[in-house]
């Protein structure tokens, strides 16, 4: 146990429909991250949040959508995605972004 | 562009000591971490250089030399639940942007 909780687990979608994932951590980190790990490809970052202002987004397509409420809480919303989208997403905080990560147990999605 | 080079896979004898080779070329460097990641788990952080020379803690240790691009993780005393894969990850110098390498699966053998 981390003290990264990701919900859901495990999403089945089609192409169609809008999703979203949620991240909830309540360590006082100020930093939070989405991940992205497909089958036999390194670990991608997404999108980097420090202090709820996104710092990063790494050439991810717009139908991936980030959102950081609060310091506690990042979403990743999904609309329209592709088969080729289906992956473990990972979620991580740290309490600044040059130290130690901690990850959520992930929501692995599932494209049809 | 950014690069990181681990071995793929790794087979080691229950008790035996391994090391883990990691080979980096970034645009710039302020860190580099060791994480563990069991199959179908989040990946768990095991240690983390910034200065050159060797971290130890307990049974796994970390060494780092910036001037070469080159670390490696040691394990000592390995146990079966070690089998795990192993990923090498850089942040870079504007301390936003991690790069992880592709990771090292290990094998633990009785």
């Known amino acids: 146990e981390t003290g990264v909780t990701q919900t859901p687990r495990h999403l089945v979608m089609g192409m169609t429909n809008k999703k979203s994932l949620k991240c909830e951590q309540h360590l006082g980190h100020n930093a939070m991250y989405w991940y992205k790990q497909s089958a036999k490809k390194p670990l991608e970052l997404m999108f980097v949040?420090?202090?709820?202002?996104?710092?990063e987004n790494n050439s991810v397509p717009s139908r991936f959508s980030p959102e950081c409420p609060n310091s506690s809480h990042l979403f990743l919303h999904l609309h329209t995605l592709q088969p080729e989208d289906s992956a473990l997403y990972l979620c991580a905080s740290s309490l600044t972004v040059n130290t130690e990560a901690f990850f959520g147990q992930g929501t692995r999605l599932t494209v049809v | 562009g950014q690069n990181i080079d681990q071995p793929t896979e790794m087979t080691a004898t229950e008790g035996a000591i391994v090391q883990i080779n990691c080979t980096y070329q970034t645009s710039g460097f302020n860190g580099l971490f060791w994480y563990q990641q069991h199959a179908g788990e989040a990946p768990t952080f095991l240690s983390y250089n910034v200065l050159d020379g060797l971290e130890e803690k307990g049974r796994f240790s970390s060494f780092l030399s910036r001037s070469k691009g080159y670390s490696y993780l040691l394990l000592k005393e390995l146990q079966m639940k070690d089998s795990a894969s192993y990923l090498c990850a850089v942040e870079d110098n504007y301390g936003q942007n991690f790069v992880f390498g592709p990771g090292t699966r290990l094998s633990v053998l009785p």
């Open positions: 949040y420090n202090f709820k202002e996104q710092t």
